[in-house]
T-cell receptor
């Protein structure tokens, strides 16, 4: 079974530039999550989708971050314009159960460095 | 959702059992205890979960106290590859549950 795919693995940009990350969840998984992990900290949830609807985006900085999940499958996370403090690993995860009762499967993450 | 408390770091000798504690004193009746681990430069990996009873799989054992206010993840024979950050989270099974990770426990297995 293929895992959660993310790209790119690494990205370096200057502040005020834009960047987009892509995630392809495990086939059939209803719920998709984007987490931000700053060095030395645990993953922080940015947004949670159930199929193609948003369950929670309370911690997403909406003035610069946006995310969408097309047709309830792939998802993109965009940052525009980027700030220095956005340097982090962006993790995508998916889970099978629509009720959230199953384990999360994570991708390897996309490491963003903002200069 | 219940919050968890874990020690910041622990160490263990290779071949010995690693016992990682987690406190979740505000857990409610329908919330499961999940454990994940994160090896350097990788995404978190699911290990095991439980509700009331102790659980065991090929990776680890999970011991949940009778009052469910704490649990212990046991790696019976730790190897160097078990060096990672271990996260304990609690999660329900209904509604808009938000899986929340803390800082976890950094486990170092030494030769």
């Amino acid at each position: 079974e293929a895992g959660v795919a993310q790209s790119p693995r690494y990205k370096i940009i200057e502040k005020r530039q834009s960047v987009a990350f892509w995630c392809n969840p495990i086939s059939g998984h209803a719920t998709l999550y984007w987490y931000q992990q700053i060095l030395g900290q645990g993953p922080k949830l940015l947004i949670q989708f159930q199929n193609n609807g948003v369950v929670d985006d309370s911690q997403l900085p909406k003035d610069r971050f946006s995310a969408e999940r097309l047709k309830g499958v792939d998802s993109t996370l965009k940052i525009q314009p980027a700030k220095l403090e956005d340097s982090a690993v962006y993790l995508c995860a998916s889970s099978l159960d629509e009720t959230g009762g199953r384990e999360l499967f994570f991708g390897e993450g996309s490491r963003l460095t903002v200069l | 959702d219940a919050k968890t408390t874990q020690p910041t770091s622990m160490d263990c000798a290779e071949g010995r059992a690693a016992n990682l504690p987690c406190n979740h004193s505000t857990i409610s009746g329908n919330e499961y205890v999940y454990w994940y681990r994160q090896i350097h430069s990788q995404g978190p990996q699911y290990i095991i979960h439980g509700l009331k009873n102790n659980e065991t799989n090929e990776m680890a054992s999970l011991i949940i106290t009778e009052d469910r206010k704490s649990s212990t993840l046991i790696l019976p024979h730790a190897t160097l590859r078990d060096t990672a950050v271990y996260y304990c989270i609690v999660r329900g099974t209904g509604g808009s549950y938000i899986p929340t990770f803390g800082r976890g426990t950094s486990l170092i297995v030494h030769p």
